[in-house]
């Protein structure tokens, strides 16, 4: 009879790297200095409704003391979002970005400009609505 | 006997769909479907729009032909009940002939954006457009307020309480607040006036607008034969809802043709605006461009003083006037019941369902404003395969709306 050692085991593994099954998305930016973790607000990106996405920004693993700016693009179709999305800091590295539509299927780039005393960088997530 | 079970099942969970739809195809379908007991989501900017009262006088007010400069234009002359509440014209002759197609009144107060061009964001504030447009009613506010306490005093004061005398002399003949013209007779009127009496006719004018919209809410779109055979579809049953060439059509819309980019969800319209590359109407039209920065400014919007929620305005707080793609882009409408309001597009281009298709098929010429949406691709569709499509749109008309609706009360 199994005692359920690998369910456990997969389940801790999953805690350790976070992400499986999460609705959480993080990378670090294109020069390094920081990494931008988010998440829509509501647990799912909806297609061509406005939503808002909870975003942390880390340097060295801290919360950073740092201004967000955001913007997404469809890169195929050379065009962005027909709103205009607005940060509200939320505590420090941590942000709301309200009022983002993405309102066509395809490719859509999110851009996080992070702008803080180690300096300016971006980090980029492609997501794709069906 | 478990032997004979478990082949059955087995079969069962091999047998095809109907129609050969894949599990992804039945879950596009299903996005299409009208939902059985549909029903118009809240407006929360017009806190009468499911009052029923308001609905019957609203219905008087759509067909009343007092409320024009020359006293036979009503609502209800260019949204004839009779003809899908459109007119069948390329474009709107009211008191004079407009450059703009008529679209329905079913279904209107189901989009977020009102207008070819989304310059206003509810049924009840576009409701006040065509009154005081010099083309379409040529009227006025204090003219409204007038009609309204001359002919339908009683509904309007059970609804909206008491009315001010309009028949004191203080109030103009003729008054209406036009930034643009302001040496015209109707503007000076206006700002002539004590600024409670302005304020009392706005009152009256935002209340007409929110009669008409309530009744203009139970035009609703009803479901069709493809709804029947999307249901079937749903079921995992074969279905005779369609006829095999409307089948082929909808394989194409949500496949090869792609309709389903912005013809989506179950009006079959993404509440967005595009650019088809079509060749303009009378004039170079901006479209939304214009449209945006109306909305934008428009004391009848969803922030104004005459909303009953200005603080829920989610869709104004974060509209970007500044989008490039809205230059010379016009409102995606809904295909539901679309094979009764021919003519088609902003100004009328396409006089039927067949030139619709073969635009979309051939993709001809080039905007002349803006540029055409990039994802628009020449399709080059064969004859039988532009019939299907036709065949597919003919299958999105359901029933009229209720008889009672379809006339003044």
């Known amino acids: 009879m199994r005692t359920g050692r690998w369910p456990t085991l997969f389940a801790l593994a999953c805690v350790l790297l976070a992400g499986c099954g999460s609705d959480e998305r993080r990378a670090p930016t294109a020069k390094g200095l920081y990494e931008v973790s988010w998440r829509p607000v509501e647990g799912v990106l909806p297609f061509n409704a406005l939503f808002a996405i909870d975003a942390g920004v880390t340097r060295d693993g801290e919360p950073a003391d740092v201004l967000l700016t955001f913007k997404a693009t469809m890169p195929s179709h050379g065009h962005g979002m027909q709103t205009k999305a607005e940060v509200k800091p939320t505590g420090t590295g941590r942000f709301v970005v309200d009022g983002v539509k993405l309102h066509m299927s395809g490719a859509w780039e999110l851009e996080f400009k992070v702008n803080g005393a180690a300096g300016e960088d971006v980090a980029t997530f492609i997501e794709t609505l069906e | 006997m478990r032997a004979i079970a478990l082949v059955a099942a087995l079969v069962a969970a091999c047998a095809p769909a109907p129609d050969g739809w894949t599990d992804a195809e039945r879950a596009v379908i299903a996005s299409l479907e009208l939902p059985e007991n549909f029903a118009p989501p809240p407006d929360p900017t017009n806190r009468f729009a499911d009052d029923a009262r308001a609905a019957a006088l609203g219905q008087q007010l759509f067909f009343d032909t007092g409320f024009s400069r020359d006293g036979k234009t009503a609502c209800a002359t260019c949204h004839d009940p009779a003809k899908h509440f459109t007119d069948r014209r390329r474009t709107a002759s009211g008191v004079f002939d407009g450059p703009r197609n008529t679209p329905t009144v079913v279904g209107a107060a189901l989009y977020t954006w009102l207008f070819w061009d989304g310059r206003k964001d509810s049924a009840w504030s576009q409701a006040l457009g065509p009154v005081e447009n010099p083309i379409e009613h040529a009227s006025t506010r204090v003219e409204v307020a007038r009609g309204i306490f001359e002919r339908h005093r009683a509904p309007f004061e059970a609804v909206f309480g008491a009315m001010p005398s309009l028949d004191d002399p203080r109030f103009p003949a ?48 009803r479901r069709a034969p493809f709804d029947a055979y999307a249901k079937a ?42 650019n088809l590359g079509l060749p303009a109407g009378a004039a170079p039209d901006r479209g939304r461009r214009a449209g945006a920065v109306e909305v934008l400014a428009d004391p009848f919007n969803c922030r104004g003083p005459f909303s009953d929620a200005p603080t829920a305005c989610r869709e104004l707080q974060f509209l970007d006037p500044t989008f490039t793609d809205f230059e010379g882009a016009f409102r995606t409408p809904s295909l539901r019941h679309v094979a009764e309001s021919a003519p088609y597009m902003h100004a009328g281009q396409h006089a039927t369902l067949a030139d619709v298709i073969a635009t979309y098929s051939s993709l001809p010429g080039r905007a002349e404003v803006g540029h055409r949406e990039p994802t628009l691709q020449p399709l080059d569709f064969r004859a039988d395969d532009r019939a299907a499509l036709v065949a597919f749109l003919e299958s999105l008309s359901g029933p009229a709306p209720d008889a009672r609706l379809l006339k003044a009360p």
């Open chain 2, 174 to 221: 003729r008054a209406r607040p036009d930034p643009a013209r302001p040496d015209s007779a109707e503007h000076r009127a206006w700002v002539a006036m004590a600024a409670e009496d302005r304020n009392s006719i706005d009152r009256i004018f935002a209340g007409f607008g929110k009669a008409i919209a309530a009744y203009e809410r139970l035009l609703l779109p």
């Open chain 2, 233 to 274: 579809v749903r079921k995992g049953v074969a279905s005779e809802a369609l006829p095999a060439a409307a089948v082929a059509g909808l394989r194409l819309f949500i496949g090869r043709g792609n309709c389903i980019a912005c013809h989506s969800g179950p009006r079959l319209t993404d509440d967005g605006f595009h």
